[in-house]
């Protein structure tokens, strides 16, 4: 069974930063492409960056600059530094598993991230 947990969220303000991050267990992790999402009230859910098994990195353009992804295999735990927090960022925010062998995803439960002007 996959778990994911996600940890590290909260208020800050604007300018400020936070880092998530997100303990897996239950899954190959070293093998699985990691993403951070994030659902700001009454709004979808966006993707915000992801991380390949191979540590390849990709940001979406509203975080480019602001945000970095990393992991840690020998931890099962995928991070997210967010810097220069705005207002905007404000979510929750999402960690993802894909599990490419077995074409499964799986979710956390999220965490807040409030940001205030």
């Known amino acids: 069974q996959v778990q994911l947990v996600e940890s590290g969220g909260g208020s800050v303000q604007a300018g400020g930063f936070l880092i998530l991050w997100c303990a897996a267990s239950g899954s190959r992790f070293s093998f699985a492409n990691m993403a951070w999402y994030r659902q700001a009230p009454g709004k979808q859910r966006d993707w915000v960056a992801s991380i390949t098994s191979g540590g390849s990195p990709n940001y979406a353009d509203s975080v480019k600059g602001r945000f970095t992804i990393s992991r840690d295999n020998a931890k099962d735990t995928v991070y997210l530094q967010m810097n220069s927090l705005r207002p905007d960022d404000t979510a929750v925010y999402y960690c993802?598993?894909?599990?490419?062998?077995?074409?499964?995803?799986?979710w956390g439960r999220g965490t807040q991230v409030t940001v205030s002007s």
């Open positions: 993802n598993l894909w599990d490419g062998l077995s074409s499964r995803s799986y």
